[in-house]
């Protein structure tokens, strides 16, 4: 519209001019007029062209925000596709290792040999007449041989994390109080041994770790309470190396 009012001024003006018909204060109305028209005509262009600038700027950080979260999407499904595929190779890995246990030890299932699941990691159950006589931490020669069984089959894997959990019943410890204060002494103590016991057969100490739970987690049956747990778990770092070098 101030487009046209300055174009229309422009020929009044030059109208005027050319017929001589337009008196000096109607001619210097017209060219503040005209001149007004202009810079209100310039002031609107540069407006124009900041907002086209303006917009041109949001319409390049729009295309980098769009850019961005693409990436990130593709990142994400990435990311969550490794994982889905670490857990195949992890679940694959710990049905080897169970299915080597029960190879190693044909009584695996029995009241003294066992698996369960917990946490979601598979947990090896071993009763406490398989390994130590009762109260005490010292293994015996049944015992001495079902470590190293053990360990035999750990050493194949060397992705496998083990955490092994002592645990007693509830009775109060009587005969060998002289050298054990309490049920988590003991369980202490007997998680201790067999990780010793794993390293002298050749399992390499930073994969284990030894606890014990003392009478805290103690059934009704004093027997299937004292119990010696393996907890095994995959270290994905050391499973992917494993993987690649098989390859």
């Not at 393996?230 to 690649?244: G, P, Q, T, W």
């Amino acid at each position: 519209m101030k487009g046209s009012v300055l174009r229309m001024l422009t020929v009044i003006l030059v109208g005027g001019l050319l017929t001589g018909c337009v008196s000096s204060s109607k001619y210097k109305k017209l060219q503040a007029e005209y001149e007004s028209a202009k810079e209100s005509h310039k002031k609107r262009v540069m407006q124009l062209k900041e907002e086209l600038s303006a917009c041109q700027k949001e319409t390049a950080e729009l295309k980098t925000a769009l850019s961005k979260s693409k990436t990130e999407a593709e990142l994400a499904r990435k990311d969550a596709q490794a994982a889905q595929e670490m857990q195949a190779m992890k679940e694959k890995q710990m049905k080897q290792i169970k299915e080597e246990i029960v190879q190693a030890f044909p009584g695996v299932g029995a009241s003294d040999l066992y698996f369960v699941g917990k946490n979601g990691n598979v947990v090896l159950n071993v009763g406490e007449d398989l390994l130590f006589r009762k109260g005490r931490a010292d293994l015996t020669s049944k015992g001495k041989k079902t470590v190293k069984s053990l360990a035999e089959i750990f050493k194949k894997h060397p992705e496998l994390k083990i955490i092994v959990l002592g645990h007693t019943d509830k009775d109060p410890i009587r005969k060998t109080k002289y050298l054990y204060k309490d049920n988590w002494d003991l369980s202490v103590a007997r998680a201790t041994t067999v990780v010793r016991e794993l390293v002298k057969n050749g399992v390499e100490p930073e994969r284990l770790t030894a606890a014990g739970k003392g009478d805290t987690q103690a059934t009704n049956d004093a027997k299937s309470s004292r119990r010696v747990e393996f907890a095994l778990d995959v270290d994905e770092e050391k499973l992917l190396k494993v993987i690649k070098s098989i390859k």
